[in-house]
């Protein structure tokens, strides 16, 4: 505050000045226009003060915030300081490591550390009876899981559905299947009511944990469950799990020598992955749709232009083998996303790629290309498929410099296939 009281007086000063000034001047009888001038001035200044003043004050709030900060870090510095470890110290250098992070501080662990397990390990001191955990749960929990907590439309049922647990359509509840209580305590305790998880008090959760016990008829209406007695409830499936022995007693049959070459006698490969097109792009305009593959799922590169006329198919694919355009076209998928081919392609990240093979380098209208690719332009160098092999195998290294940031194609057959799709598109 004294700091902006400071500035007032030059402030006032200006004004004094500016209106002993006008006085003076006035009275020595210029004319009617220069006083009004010069009240217009003294108006100005005046205004001039006034948002020097404002000025004045928010630089003095602002100091008053930035110290208030600075105390607050300090603070926090010296609370650092004493648990061990300090906010400002750069981060350790773990060796071999990349030197990030630094020791979570106790308090950050235990916010974390949450697990209750069976043995009771974990449970924080509390206790809650029946009553009240129903008065929660109808609270609570009961516009989902029902006032009984026997469910509410598809919500989890959670009592009930003894000795179901062997029939085809078994009724899975806290009840009827889960082994240990604590699992229903930790559960509930992380992640419900639904929405509105670590809301939970640990009396609450105590409540509830007997409220369930006592709507699966474990335990009768007067029960209060605690820290201290939550491991002598016996859960009914307690004994319904066993521990995985298989590692010890099974892999060693299943893993007797298996046989890794020259297995079977005649190997015959039906099909392709990338040909199948698992996951068709535009709704399954995939090579199978293309290929006349109508009862027997063997695929080669004679069998997809099989029962139509060969000649004819060649044509259309401008005297490029069909099957390869297939193959191509299915590659392009990694290019899409730059480049786009066809009758109404325009240029997006890369340039339209119809009829490039053949084309000069870089010339496509309307694009702005990189210098190398401007350069070769400017040479008037050709794609042809040598070149363009090269530069889809690895862009950068064959065209140093080059804007389309892209790893490369890593197969030889992919890049024939690219081509022979690309060639499938005229200018
Ligand atoms: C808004 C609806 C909703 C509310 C309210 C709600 N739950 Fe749930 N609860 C669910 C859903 C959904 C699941 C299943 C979650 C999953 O499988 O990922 C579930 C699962 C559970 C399960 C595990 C059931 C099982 O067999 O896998 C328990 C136990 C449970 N809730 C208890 C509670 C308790 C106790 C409360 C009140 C404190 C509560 N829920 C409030 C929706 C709700
Ligand atoms: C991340 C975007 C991107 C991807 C993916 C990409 N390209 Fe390119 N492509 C470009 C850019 C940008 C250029 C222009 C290069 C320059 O100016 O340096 C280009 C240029 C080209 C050219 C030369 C065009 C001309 O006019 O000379 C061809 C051919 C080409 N890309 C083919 C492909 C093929 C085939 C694929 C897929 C295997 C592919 N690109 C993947 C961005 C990409």
Redesign the pocket.
Known sequence: MSKSLNLFVPAIGVTTLALGLAYGLSSRDYGAQTIETLETRVQQTEANVARAIADAQAAADEAARLQTERDQLEQLAAEAAMSGSNLTDPAPVIEGKYGLGRTALSEEIAAWDVDVLPDGRGLPVGQGDVFTGEE??VD??A???GDFAEGVGN????AGGFDTLANEDPV???GS??PHLST?WD??NR??????AGT?TPD?TYA?VAY?LYSNDLVDDDFVLSNENFTEVEMYNSDGFVVDDRPELEYAEWQAEPCMVNCKETVEITMRATFLDVTPEGGGDSVMNDATTSDSPVFSASASAEGSDDSAAVEETGGVDPALVAAGESAFRQCKSCHQVGENASNRTGPVLNGILGHTIGAVDGFRYSDVFQEANAAGEVWDAENLTAFLADPRGAMAGTKMSFRGVREEADIAALIAYLQSFDE
Do not use: D, N, R
């Open positions: 929660v749960f609570q929990c516009s989902c899981h919500w989890p049922v959670l899975k509840t806290v299947y889960w229903a559960y509930i992640s419900m009511p639904f929405g509105a939970l609450e509830i369930i």
